[in-house]
């Protein structure tokens, strides 16, 4: 294109904003969530907004699991490394584990809780009556990536899991899995994220019989189609030691996440020798389903975090609501808004700065807070709020009972 002097037009550059959505990492830093630092590479140091974050995902996981029957238990971080030796990750794993001799033993952080999990079901003779044993931990793990390739919350050393092992029958493999199928839906459909499943069948090589394989790969598309739920299947893509779902998430960028699977295990109630009597009175192994809902909180939130463009749902923002006071006239009836709020558990911040209220608007939104309640003395002296919302604008005047329907 030319111009009237015959100086040829520049194209306007895009604004970075716009080409390119923002990294996780750079909203983490804007909206204060989290920092990394060099002294622990791959785990990052949470900060009050962050962890607000993390609590809100905590609670609804927890919910999900009182409602499915779930026991919560807690394993150490720390244990010696013959547990994994029994367990087989040191032999298979051993390169991505952290491991390091205290006195004359060698001690290992988890790279996964499920030994741990078999050693809490070992304490009790298990009866058929007492199964299916679902036991739930939101454990700490640790993986030794290679820090080449650690990026922000996407990749990391620690890892927080959303990690469950149920203890079943082979009979109950089926009612189990939808079950867990049933949270997994439930979970994504508050998040309006539409899951993929994938059912990963038998690798080459692979441990137990061929029929056992093939028994249980029809359980698991039959508790998917139970459900009504569509699936891909991903040939030999299973682990050795049994099939598994895949849970895949597809973000707003268009691109696709594995975010988490249940995952059927024959081989460590063999290691472990874990047993129950059956109604014969016969000693009997069970079948463990690993499985996650959502994996690990950090990816998960880091995803999230792209996803929404740092503008998350209602349930899940660290901040839901900003009381903004127009000037020092409308102070007590802010703190009063403010402390409603408050006492009806609504996450809310309240800003009575001497800055004019547009600066304060400008503040709140660009740290993506869902509803800004603006006060002044109009608002004040009819006992009302101004709301506006994120994304839409100003939604007018409410009273405060109003606005709990709203949020409600
Ligand atoms: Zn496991």
Redesign the pocket.
Known sequence: MKTSNGVKKQKKPQSPEKSKPKDHRELGRELDLFSFHEVSPGAPFWHYKGMLIVKALEKFIRELQDKHGYEEISTPIMVKKELFEKSGHWEFFKDDMFYFKAGTETYALKP???PE?ALVYQTRTRSYRDLPLRLAEIGRLHRNELSGVLGGLLRVRQITMD?A?IYCRFDQIKSELVSVLKMTEEFYKRLGLPVVYGLATRPKKAMGSVKTWKEAEKLLGEALEELGLKYQTLKGEGAFYGPKIHFDIKDSLDRTWTIATA?L?FQIPERFQLEYIDADGQAKRPV?I?RAIFGSFERFIGILLEHFKGALPFWLSPVQVAVLAINDQVTDYSKKVFEALKNKNVRAELDLRNESVGKKIREAELQKIPYLLIIGEKEAASEKVAVRERGKGDIGQKTLEEFWEIIK
């Open positions: 996964m809780n499920c999990s990690d092992h995952q295990d463990i690993h």
